[in-house]
């Protein structure tokens, strides 16, 4: 009879064990879907940067903020930002990188190259105080 006796109470050890795995899986899970949200949400707004840049050349008319520079592709892009997003963390820079014989700057038929970081903090305390820096860039060629 007294083996059993033993017994008792061996369960509560396994059980600490096991929910303490199973929380870090879970809010490591968490954590992860937070990045990739992070990234696609990166590449997102890079894209729409590019193609705000692309149809704000120097030749532009009916648009808003036509021979767009640095500073207003960066507001735009500062502008999308959603969610648990801070517009104030994402970093853009413009480039114009390459024209066609005989173009130049901004005009239809060079490209513009928007390029986003973002740094993504993680929330569980897997990686305290680690940071990921996000970045995406996106070229398109100037319409107008």
Aim: glycine share 10%; with cysteine.
């Amino acid at each position: 009879m007294k083996g059993p006796a033993r017994q008792r109470g061996a369960s509560l050890p396994e059980t600490a064990i096991v929910i303490g795995v199973l929380l870090a899986m879970v809010f490591g899970i968490f954590d992860f879907g937070r990045a990739m949200y992070t990234y696609a949400f990166v590449a997102q707004i890079a894209r729409e940067g590019a193609r705000w840049a692309s149809v704000r050349g120097s030749q532009c008319s009916l648009l808003n903020n036509c021979n767009a520079g640095e500073a207003q592709i960066q507001a735009f892009v500062q502008s999308l930002s959603e969610g648990l997003t801070n517009p104030n963390n994402v970093q853009v820079a413009a480039t114009w990188p390459a024209c066609p014989p005989g173009l130049s700057g901004k005009t239809p038929g060079c490209t513009v190259a928007v390029s986003v970081k973002y740094p993504f903090a993680f929330l569980t305390g897997i990686l305290p105080g680690a940071t990921i820096l996000m970045s995406s860039t996106s070229q398109m060629v100037i319409s107008q």
